[in-house]
């Protein structure tokens, strides 16, 4: 069972991590490990191409894995991420982004998993696959 | 010799990288394949914990390595990521943050390269290593 | 459908890729675009601790990847590894490993998939895995 | 000031890391954090296209940053890879590979570096370039 509701993750998000959490991302679904979120479409978040930047999905990856990562250990903010691997698979259009974040493993002192950002409406098509690390402190 | 100017670089930041380029990053040397640019700390970046955000230093790393692809192969603004990997060594506190992008390759179609991130009076103590792909369009 | 059988992996693995294809890895279902193989137990694959080493799942992960690509585009033997990463999340006792590897994009230049190693008889804890692009040449 | 010698290096992969320790690897250099080694060009390191196959570059790798780990820390054979991340950049020719590996971050339980693959003869043109962490036992 999760050990984080969706209204401590809005808040987390919003008061947390501002420069991530105020981009409007709201998180769909969290169940144990399991974590969806969409990011609604923003001018700010473009790139030559009229394609979504990188980094804007980056930071939405890392913090679905965050909530992920708290899905499972209770509300730990000083989990900190220490690898963060991303492939960039097409161009998203100027929509919204669904991303869906999996914890693969999570021990004592790291947790490990994978999130694939898809754009809405073609949730066949991965955009983005991103593998993270994230390192628990001494409870 | 370089092929982007920094005044041609700080207008590509600020005009087609918004959500990354309107943070204040001054680029403070571009030369062919090494580029250097400082991170103004914002109260934005933080992330619990009193740090700078992973996803404020991906963004910054991207557009360094980004600078480096230009400088090399001229202003091809439809150069795009296609990984990039990120490892967080330690914790930088809240100080303006130094990142030194190198190309190690620059191929036709594909070009790589290192950054490595640094708070701003501790040069020998990396907080942040990244290596990016970026893929070349035709030209 | 796959455009690659087990029987033609398996001529590809010995006598194309001798140093991994020589450990005995066995391919025990090719689709197209998912494989699954097994790599025997073999005390020359152990590394201080008892365990296999991380070159060996990384060589079983990438043979496993190849054999992905295979499946959908055909025998396509230049198609070559451009990145691997690989995660390792917990120490494989002495016993053979599984592999499984899914492709998640498969474009005209680009292949890039997933690897997920478990031991076997434990099939629901990833010791290793393994994300990786190849690159397709021209046909 | 290194804590591991050469002889005590040589012993190590040959006893202790069969796989890759006994491809005939020759350490030339390891100082503290510092490690150049020589891998003797095989024909089982073949892949398709007379080129040296990736996971033996990545064994190289993985074995110079075993070496660089222990040059700091000294012999603590249970140091053991969490992470490694590879970018092929070039098909090395069938020729001897040396590998150069540089400490980045050495901290109490994790230690982070590159390495860099050349092939004999052609310092500059990196052929592959890996970044590992480490992960240190208590001690």
Aim: proline share 6%; aromatic share 4%; glycine share 10%.
């Amino acid at each position: 069972m999760t050990k984080l509701t969706i209204a401590e993750m809005d808040r987390i998000a919003r008061e947390d991590v501002p420069g991530v959490g105020q981009t409007g991302i709201v998180f769909e679904a969290i169940e144990d490990g399991l974590v969806r979120a969409r990011l609604p479409f923003h001018v700010d978040s473009l790139r030559p191409g009229g394609t979504v930047s990188g980094p804007t999905m980056m930071g939405l990856a890392d913090l679905v894995m965050y909530a992920c990562v708290l899905s499972r250990i209770g509300i730990v903010k000083m989990a900190v991420t220490t690898n963060l691997n991303a492939n960039f698979l097409r161009l998203p259009g100027a929509v919204d982004l669904i991303a869906e974040g999996r914890l693969i493993k999570c021990g004592r002192r790291l947790a490990y998993g994978e999130v694939t950002i898809t754009s809405d409406g073609e949730p066949d098509e991965a955009v983005c696959h991103v593998t993270i690390t994230y390192s628990i402190p001494p409870r």
